[in-house]
C-alpha cells in the first residue's frame, strides 16, 4: 500500500498519542483530504537498527517526468 510516512524513530506510546493529537487539532480529518505533486521518488539504504537514521544512504532517485535516474551526491550519499 502506497504511503507517506510522516515520521521515523522510536517514541513511547505516550508521546506517539501526544503527537497524533498535535496534529489533529492543527488538521482536523483535513490532512487525509491534501494533495501534493510527486515529482520524484528516492530509494534509500536503510539500516533498522539505526535509529539516529544517520547511516541512511540515497541509492538513487527516480523522476517521474522520464528524465532517467539521477544519482546520489557526495560521499555518504545524504543530500536529503
Known amino acids: 500500500?502506497?504511503?507517506?510516512?510522516?515520521y521515523y524513530g522510536d517514541l513511547a506510546q505516550a508521546n506517539k498519542e501526544k503527537a497524533v493529537g498535535l496534529v489533529e487539532a492543527e488538521f482536523g480529518n483535513t490532512?487525509?483530504?491534501k494533495e501534493f505533486i510527486v515529482s520524484s521518488l528516492c530509494l534509500y539504504s536503510t539500516d533498522t537498527s539505526d535509529k539516529s537514521l544517520k547511516s541512511w544512504?540515497?541509492?538513487a532517485e527516480f523522476p517521474l517526468d522520464g528524465g532517467g535516474i539521477i544519482?546520489?551526491?557526495?560521499?555518504?550519499?545524504?543530500?536529503e
Open 1 to 6: 500500500m502506497p504511503h507517506l510516512s510522516l
Open 57 to 59: 544512504k540515497k541509492v
Open 71 to 79: 544519482q546520489p551526491e557526495g560521499p555518504n550519499n545524504t543530500d
Open 31 to 33: 490532512l487525509c483530504e
